[in-house]
C-alpha cells in the first residue's frame, strides 16, 4: 500500500462487506501486530493467539469506525494497542472481545464465523510466510517481534551492524508483506 488513499479506499469497500479489502487492511497493520503482540505474556495465551486478537482488533475497528477517513489509521492503532492492554488487563474476558471505549453509545459488533476464520487464516498465512524467511531473517524477525530485543541487542548477539539487522528486518517485513499480498 503506497499510501493511505488507497487505505480509504480499502476501508470503504471492506464497510460493504468485501472480504478481500479486509485482508488488505489487516495486511497493512501486520507490523504493528506483531511487535505489540510481543509485547505481552499474558497467561493462557501464546503468541499465536495474540496476533489474532491484533487481526481481531483490526476487524472490528474497521467495521466500528464512523469517523473521517484521515484518521481511520490512528483510530485503529489505538483500537490495536488498547485491545492489548484490556486483554493483559482482563477488562476482556476473552480474545474475541473488545473493551467498550471503542463501542459507540447503543452499537456493539459482534464477530461472525467469516471474521474468526479470516482472523485465523491470517495467522495461518503469516506463519507460513515466516517459514520461508531465510534462517537470519527468521532469526532477526524472531529476535525482534517476538523476543522484544531492540536492533542493537541483535547486531552485538549475531556480530552484525545495527544497520545491516536493520536492514535484515526491513527486507524480511518486505517479503513477507509481498508473500501475504500473493496470497490474497
Known amino acids: 500500500m503506497r499510501n493511505h488513499v488507497t487505505l480509504n479506499e480499502f476501508l470503504i469497500k471492506a464497510k460493504q462487506h468485501d472480504k478481500e479489502a479486509l485482508g488488505k487492511i489487516i495486511e497493512y497493520f501486520i507490523p504493528l501486530i506483531l511487535k505489540e503482540s510481543s509485547r505481552y505474556i499474558i497467561k493462557c495465551y501464546d503468541y499465536e493467539d495474540l496476533v489474532q486478537h491484533g487481526y481481531l482488533s483490526v476487524i472490528k475497528a474497521v467495521n466500528m469506525y464512523k469517523g473521517e477517513l484521515d484518521y481511520f489509521i490512528p483510530y485503529c492503532i489505538r483500537a490495536i494497542q488498547l485491545n492489548y492492554k484490556a486483554l493483559l488487563k482482563k477488562e476482556i474476558k476473552h480474545h474475541r472481545e473488545i473493551p467498550d471505549e471503542f463501542v459507540h453509545l447503543n452499537e456493539d459488533y459482534h464477530f461472525t464465523i467469516e471474521d474468526e ?14 517459514d520461508k524467511l531465510s534462517e537470519e531473517e527468521k532469526r532477526v524477525i524472531s529476535s525482534f ?9 541483535i547486531a552485538v548477539g549475531g ?12 527486507k ?4 513477507l508483506q509481498k508473500m501475504l499480498k500473493e496470497h490474497i
Do not use: G, H, P, Q
Open 117 to 130: 476464520i479470516l482472523a485465523f487464516e491470517k495467522t495461518k498465512e503469516l506463519y507460513e510466510a515466516i
Open 145 to 153: 517481534y517476538i523476543n522484544n530485543n531492540t536492533l542493537e541487542e
Open 159 to 170: 556480530e552484525k551492524s545495527y544497520n545491516n539487522v536493520r536492514y535484515i528486518k526491513d
Open 172 to 175: 524480511a517485513i518486505k517479503k
